[in-house]
């Protein structure tokens, strides 16, 4: 099984800052999420070469987590906390959910607009130091001003690890989620399953995971990013450690 750690050497198939990840008929979306790095499946699974699926990283929330203010728009695929798409044949992002899912220009908070600003800014910082200099910096909120590079992605493959992303918020309908309780067991063997998640009875399988603040000013402790092959299923949830 394919796993790699602290990636800061692009790989082949592996595209930083990708342009047109999302569907045609769902423009909005790039209103909502940022696009960090396209990863060909075929890296973890051969027969999978040709499949890009993009990271994404959110630009809200400002505090708390992803959908919990909108429930009412909630559907099978969508939760707090969790967001899923659909993996076109010529690899858009399709989202699965509602637009109404995203609070996007309703928030009138003033912290919550400057971070949405914030947010977008840095980004595109981060994507101008890679034109420049071919590595990812970081211009974390919290930083001292300067951009510090980071890691392209924290995780690559691997089994579908162990994180409070797991219970933070009920997993959508969709979905099926099992923790094997002795998940947290140091005696463990590296190579146990702690997750298995399901879509109709198939299996996900760990893409990569990647700190939202490696790539814009701020963010999750770590993007989960999962697939599963039947569906064409790319799966999201965020841990806040």
């Not at 800061?8 to 979306?29: H, K, N, S």
Request: hydrophobic share 35%; charged share 20%.
């Amino acid at each position: 099984m394919y796993h790699q750690t602290d990636i800061r050497t692009l790989l082949p198939g592996t595209t930083p800052f990708p342009a047109d990840v999302f569907p045609q008929e769902q423009p909005w979306l790039a209103q909502h999420l940022l696009p960090l790095i396209g990863i060909d499946l075929g890296i973890l699974r051969p027969e999978l070469a040709g499949t890009v699926a993009t990271m994404l990283c959110p630009i809200e929330p400002y505090e708390g987590c992803i959908g919990e203010d909108t429930e009412e728009h909630h559907n099978a695929f969508t939760g707090t906390n969790w967001i899923a798409f659909e993996l076109t044949t010529d690899n858009r992002m399709r989202f699965l959910g509602n637009a109404g899912y995203f609070l996007g220009d309703q928030v009138q908070d003033s912290d919550t607009v400057e971070h949405i600003a914030e947010m977008r800014d840095s980004h595109a910082k981060a994507h101008a130091y890679f034109q420049t200099h071919g590595s990812l910096a970081s211009y974390m909120r919290y930083g001292d001003g300067e951009p510090g590079e980071q890691a392209y992605l924290d995780r690559l493959g691997g089994q579908i690890s162990g994180g409070n992303w797991t219970e933070t918020a009920e997993i959508p309908p969709a979905f099926e989620i099992a923790l094997d309780p002795a998940m947290y067991d140091r005696d463990r063997p590296d190579d146990a399953e702690n997750v298995r998640i399901t879509r109709d009875g198939k299996p996900f399988f760990a893409v990569a995971e990647v700190a939202g603040y490696n790539w814009c000013a701020a963010g999750a402790d770590a993007i989960v990013m999962l697939y599963e092959p039947d569906s064409r299923t790319v799966l999201f949830s965020y841990d806040w450690s």
